[in-house]
């Protein structure tokens, strides 16, 4: 996929916000508070073109997704991507709850028929490389996170369910080779959410993806099929688009379906209050956002005061509005005066009324938003932050009490949280340049009070726009008295002052924020994913250690395959050390372990100058034995969890966390799945952004690492399964209780027997579970013999299904069972068999017929996709269990020690990326503290040039060279300069 280039502004800073804004009616000049719920939306992503497969038949019906609220939309300008809706809330059942709405934007045009869609030209792909391919491109600065994952209901078994149909072939649509949209897709077209917009179009107008894909993505996703299940079985239907694009398009489909929802909503209460009438009603539909819906409906709401416009609307001024914009020469303000009414005692009064009733017009009038937004646009608008007179207060006096020993500690720490926000005490910048993470320090100031912000609009918007107004758009259209001109430009001018500004201020924070989350969101997302993804270190007895200094150091000696050989306490920083290395050394030769793994918390240096110096003096001699440090985040936490507990019940909760230091370098995924994404210290500003948004994004990400990467179904945890996409903790825990009672799985077709495991959910797990032949027979748990020996019926309302209970070559492959016909029609077209997947043999067979024939003509003549066909030769060509992660780093075990003290400017050093932030990369280079590369110093052509279209271009786990810049040995900090990126 094509992303736009991030641009980037050198600003560096620490800091860090929190919650809503609120909105404010006509009168309400209350002051901007950060928002509570929110999620970041998705940014714009270019597709290629493709071509259609049938969608798989729909068994169930669609929930409709929950979905987000929307950030200010706005008119696309010149050479500029649209942008999507951007922040979500909550569902509620009240109306009182929407967010600040903009103006409507003009209205779409409702269309009945979607156009035929594009496919690849002919020939145009070529044989691709004969891996399990997977999409993991990092989300550049216009892309948000995924961010929700769909879970699919329970299912109910109606009928017997199999994959013997052929795939449907191809169909192509004239000159422009087109793909033909799902059938189901037209439905989505016109009526489907009852606005006066057409979803698909908008849909394609926010993502900047075709339409026809956006329309296919859609179907998809109603049908319950999951993200991991679209990616990889459905290419031809997406475009070929990557995970995270998928879900930028599912997020902003929630955001529109959010504002139908709420506007039928709206439109049913205002039907009930009686003051629903078509124009209205019209403005209500033609709503694309939220904040646009809040902007119309705010005046009507029962729950907030009454406005002044609302005041002049009940006494019956809105014809003396009217009438001064269409027929001024007629209009005569005594008419309308009632001695003894308030609000009409008096020719002042009225025209007061008139003048707030027409301030109101103007300030939800689209046109006149649209215009002003333009003048922001092109004028300098910019943020300002300053330092509170409490807070500088609070300081002074904080200063004063240091002398007071009883206050000290808590003092200090007072005035270090004010110190943190120093950078903004007096702080400006064009809202057009501000960086993320400058915008969530300051929302987190303004939070603590620290800080008061506020956004500056020059004078001349003002200037232009009270112009524009009189003159061109509020215009009257006849001939105008003097006092009736002089009201008009009082009206204006209140508008400006009372609407138009508190409502651009409220734009612009909203913006900035939800821009800020969702970057930061997709720091996490990103670093989550290689984090998970680290290659495994697989074939040796290892050593995991949870270091520590009173307590001791905990130990765990842990199998190749994960299992708990031995657990001790050792306490190497006493004066009893020599005695303590000699029962490591007893330890490491009995289970002849050569691997150290030690987590990075307390005691961490000490610990590994302890096995550093050991190993220098050939202390485990001849065992060749080298350490790594590893980020031992979440694992105190993980070790009193209930699924610690469940899997290690006999174990003291400091030794568990040993265990699990030791398998995160085993099995990175399968450890940390166990662990809640935003405890494994990934990213920034975890507390700054929402809590329901934050998981859905990362939990969408663990759902696609483990659905990729796959699973042995006989020998994954519980735990793990879960993760599948198609499976939740319920279908994994009957899938775990299943093999407990039956033995093992013998072939995916099982799967049907397990209670929970409809249609539907098969369909989407079964390419991402595994069958392996070898550790199937050494599965712990005996299957009886009935089991192995007679075929298993399911009956399903009157009908049985009889499963199949020998083994099936293509369970261990990436193949989907709904393929496995083409495959065997492929196996017999090359001459070969399923019983050497993965053998050079088979390869050549299948190299020699792709190189004979391409992809495509193979593809027709086996009645099948392209994209369907290169998955069965992956397939075919992989080795028996094969691992996408072999691919991508792990970690480095050394057998030294280098200090901090040490560095000198200008050395040159390999170290490993630890984390990402908003303003750069920390690396860990050995020596107790990670350095950090400023985001300045990540440039283009530093970079290998797959990853220049990346947001920061450097993740977690990924070998870098870099030279020292400066040390701060007293603060501990170590600043770098990428050299570049080893491979």
Known sequence: MNRRPRATVKTVNYGEPEDDWLNNDDANEEEWRPPEQKAPCPGSRTSAAGEKQA???????????????????????TKRKAQAPQSRAKKTKTNSDAGNMNAGEHKSDIKSDLPASP??????????????????????ADAGPSFSGWTAKKEEELEDFTYDEPALKKQKTGADSQTVLSKKSHVLAKGDLNMNWDTIELLSTFTCVERWVCANVVTLLREENTVPFIVRYRKEMINHMDAD???????????????????????????KDGVLNTELDQSLRSCRSLEELDHVYTPYKKGCKVTKVRKAKALGLEAAATALMEAPHNLDLRTWVKPGTEGLSSVDEVATGTEHILAYTIAKDPETLSYVKTLCENSLVTLHSSVTKAALKEKEEQEKLDQDHKKLGHQKKKKQDIDKFQLYFDFTSNIQRIQPHQTLAINRGEGLKFLTVKVNIPDRVKTFFTGWCINTRWKPKTYAREEHQALIKSAVDDSYKRLVLPFLTRMYRTKLTTTAEKESVAMFVRNLRQRLLMCPVRGCVMMGVDPGFTHGCKVAVLSPTGQILHTDVVYLHSCRNHNEADKLRHLIFQYSCSRVVIGNGTACRETESFFADLIARRFFHPLDVSYCITNEAGASIYSVSPEAVKEMPDLDPNLRSAVSIGRRVQDPLAELVKIDPKHIGIGTYQHDVSSSTLKAALDS??????????????ICSETLMRHVAGLNAGTARNIAEWREQNGRF??????KLVKGIGPKSYQQCAGFIRINQQTMHSARSAPPPAALHKPAAKKVKGKSSVIPTHFNPLDQTCIHPESYDVAQRFLCLIGGSANHIGSAELQQCVNSKVGSSSVEELSKT?????ETLQLIIDGFTQPPGFDIRQDFGQEDFKRGVVSIHDLQVGTVLTGRVDNTSLFGAFVDIG???????????ITLDKLPISQRRRSLALGPGQRVEVRVLNVDAKRGRIGLDLIRVLQ
């Open 862 to 866: 086996l009645g099948t996709t392209p």
């Open 55 to 77: 969608a798989t038949k729909r068994t169930s019906r669609a929930k409709e997704p929950k979905v987000p609220n929307n950030e200010t939309l706005q008119k696309p300008a």
């Open 927 to 937: 020596v107790g503290r990670d350095g950090l590369i400023h985001k300045s110093n």
């Open 119 to 140: 496919t690849a030209a002919e020939g145009g792909s070529s044989v691709r490389a004969k891996e399990e391919r997977v999409s993991f491109t990092v989300l550049n």
């Open 746 to 751: 013998v072939n995916r077709e099982q799967l």
């Open 701 to 714: 990400v663990v759902q696609e690492c483990v659905s990729f990467v796959g699973v042995d179904i006989n």
């Open 245 to 271: 694009a998928v879900r930028d398009v599912q997020l902003v489909y929630e955001d529109l379906c959010t504002v139908a929802k709420k506007t039928q909503s709206v439109v049913n209460t205002l039907k």
